[in-house]
T-cell receptor
Framework: KNQVEQSPQSLIILEGKNCTLQ??????????LRWYKQDTGRGPVSLTI?????NTKSNGRYTATLDADTKQSSLHITASQLSDSASYIC?????????????FGTGTRLTVIP | SQTIHQWPATLVQPVGSPLSLECTVE??????LYWYRQAAGRGLQLLFY??????ISSEVPQNLSASRPQDRQFILSSKKLLLSDSGFYLC???????????FGPGTRLTVL
């Protein structure tokens, strides 16, 4: 069964600290993995997208890693800011025709406090 | 640049009433369009997608329907809302199904 699981469900950190969010998947055949940031009451915005051959990809203070062998990904946030407070969603894409080719995690809710 | 709009932003409707949510995309032609629902504590669920005018594919049998009357317009409808239709509805577009999805701001629907 194709599944995407994220941990932790929620996380509270102090401003300026680093944090790492985890994503495990059982999706096959794998095409790519994406991390989205979703502010409360808004639509998700893409942060990174990685294919099978990519191990690391950065976007400013966000760094995503991918281990295709263990089917794990992580999103590391450096020097957190209050504006990082949001839900972070891991999305895995499969190789198939049609539009229902994305599998969404339930997200990690990050709260950054001053 | 491309932008995607949804309205209304929030909506409170009684059970049994009709529904019409609208989504429009600017700055691109012939986009693939999608309707998703996001329930609390659950991942996004694909409801409908469209590859062109008048072409609608349904992923989940339900109380909802979708239409694409124009190239960059996607409408989600219901004749009679159920309590279970409450949720956060997101419209999205992509160039092709395997490409990145760009999401709209969403509509929060509460059915009472």
């Amino acid at each position: 069964k194709n599944q995407v699981e994220q941990s932790p469900q929620s996380l509270i950190i102090l401003e300026g600290k680093n944090c790492t969010l985890q994503c495990n998947y059982t999706v096959s055949p794998f095409s790519n993995l994406r991390w989205y940031k979703q502010d409360t009451g808004r639509g998700p915005v893409s942060l990174t997208i990685m294919t099978f051959s990519e191990n690391t990809k950065s976007n400013g203070r966000y760094t995503a890693t991918l281990d295709a062998d263990t089917k794990q990904s992580s999103l590391h946030i450096t020097a957190s800011q209050l504006s990082d407070s949001a839900s972070y969603i891991c999305v895995v894409s499969v190789v198939q025709t049609g539009a229902n080719n994305l599998f969404f995690g339930t997200g990690t809710r990050l709260t950054v406090i001053p | 640049s491309q932008t995607i709009h949804q309205w209304p932003a929030t909506l409170v409707q009684p059970v049994g009433s009709p529904l019409s949510l609208e989504c429009t995309v600017e700055g691109t032609s012939n986009p693939n369009l999608y309707w998703y629902r996001q329930a609390a504590g659950r991942g996004l669920q694909l409801l409908f997608y469209s590859v062109g005018i008048g072409q609608i594919s349904s992923e989940v049998p339900q109380n909802l329907s979708a239409s694409r009357p124009q190239d960059r317009q996607f409408i989600l409808s219901s004749k009679k809302l159920l309590l279970s239709d409450s949720g956060f509805y997101l419209c999205a577009w992509s160039v092709l199904p395997q490409h990145n999805r760009f999401f709209g701001p969403g509509t929060r629907l509460t059915v009472l």
